[in-house]
């Protein structure tokens, strides 16, 4: 199955989990692509000072690959600087949030499968 861009559901979320600004997440398949495993695999793009809220994962867990940008990434309450190609991994009962902090577009592709 080919998935055209234009074809790809696009959501726009203000203070995304209490964050800065907009979250523009852009659906790459959809759950029940997923055959109901996961619940979203996106392409996240924040604008510069835009950011998603702290937040836990109870019943599934997210992982982060960082495409483009430079993002500060809260991981369980510790803050680290990432850049393109750093990944991160939220399990089950972990929490995290994602700021950019850079002076360009943070592109993210996001992962969440249920436990």
Do not use: W
Not at 18 to 29: F, T
Request: hydrophobic letters at 30%.
């Amino acid at each position: 199955m080919i998935i055209k861009h234009g074809d790809q559901k696009t959501t726009v979320n203000e203070n995304m989990r209490g964050g800065n600004g907009k979250e523009v997440l852009k659906q790459l398949i959809s759950q029940q692509e997923m055959y109901e495993k996961g619940r979203l695999f996106s392409r996240i793009l924040l604008q510069p000072g835009c950011s998603i809220g702290f937040h836990v994962h109870e019943n599934e867990m997210e992982a982060y690959y960082v495409v483009k940008g430079k993002a500060l990434y809260d991981d369980n309450g510790t803050k680290v600087e990432l850049e393109a190609g750093d990944g991160t991994y939220t399990p089950c009962g972990g929490g995290h949030a994602v700021e950019n902090n850079g002076s360009e577009d943070l592109e993210l592709i996001a992962l969440i499968l249920f436990k």
